[in-house]
């Protein structure tokens, strides 16, 4: 962002921007005990929320049932090779330990890669329900199904290279290519019809 590395802006600004990646490791367990592994010096993370949050655990309670994990509250992380928690929960989680420093700006890096259909869209209710509370949040995902594509507010996509070939709202999308679409001599039918019913397979037709 403006030729900085988004986790240098994040260690100034931790109340401003939230950015999450693939989840690669995470602490062991989902902390039942916050108060005492807080004075630990081992993780970052809690050394942190020791200065923002006077009741970390009231904060991590309401996280985990906001998040639906409060079922998982006491069940170990794993680690690569023994994961004890499914890739949605790992998500959630990892999601968690941003939503912790209450974000304006939370950057979310395909949040639904690798998970189910049902945990992607569980994922994509959390972030809408993020976004209506004011707080921006920008997301990059490939081959969003049409359930997931719905719930942006504006889109970006980018072609080869990292092109950009539209940015706006996501009605207008489907409109933007119509002189590409009428080029189109193949399979057109069969695309017409996912531009009707707003597919965004649509747009890797075109």
Do not use: W
Not at 58 to 66: A, D, R, T, V, Y
């Amino acid at each position: 962002l403006n030729d900085e590395y988004l986790e240098e802006i994040k260690k100034r600004s931790k109340e401003t921007l939230g950015y999450f990646l693939e989840p690669k490791e995470l602490f062991a367990y989902i902390v039942k005990k916050a108060k005492k592994e807080i004075d630990g010096s081992d993780n970052f993370v809690l050394e942190d929320l020791k200065s923002i949050f006077n009741n970390i655990e009231n904060e991590i309670n309401n996280l985990l049932i906001k998040l639906n994990l409060s079922h998982k509250r006491d069940s170990r992380v794993g680690y690569e090779g023994d994961k004890l928690l499914s890739g949605g929960e790992r998500k959630r989680l990892n999601m968690a330990l941003e939503l912790l420093f209450d974000p304006t700006l939370l950057i979310c890096d395909e949040p639904t890669s690798g998970l189910s259909s049902n945990d992607s869209e569980q994922i994509m209710d959390i972030l809408e329900e993020i976004s209506s509370q004011g707080k921006i949040v920008i997301i990059s995902i490939h081959q969003p199904n049409q359930f997931i594509f719905e719930k942006f507010d504006k889109v970006l996509l980018l072609d080869k290279n990292g092109t950009q070939v539209f940015f706006g709202d996501r009605e207008e999308a489907f409109s933007y290519f119509n002189t590409e679409l009428s080029k189109i001599t193949k399979r057109k039918t069969f695309i017409e019809k996912k531009k009707v019913n707003k597919i965004p397979d649509y747009f890797f037709d075109i």
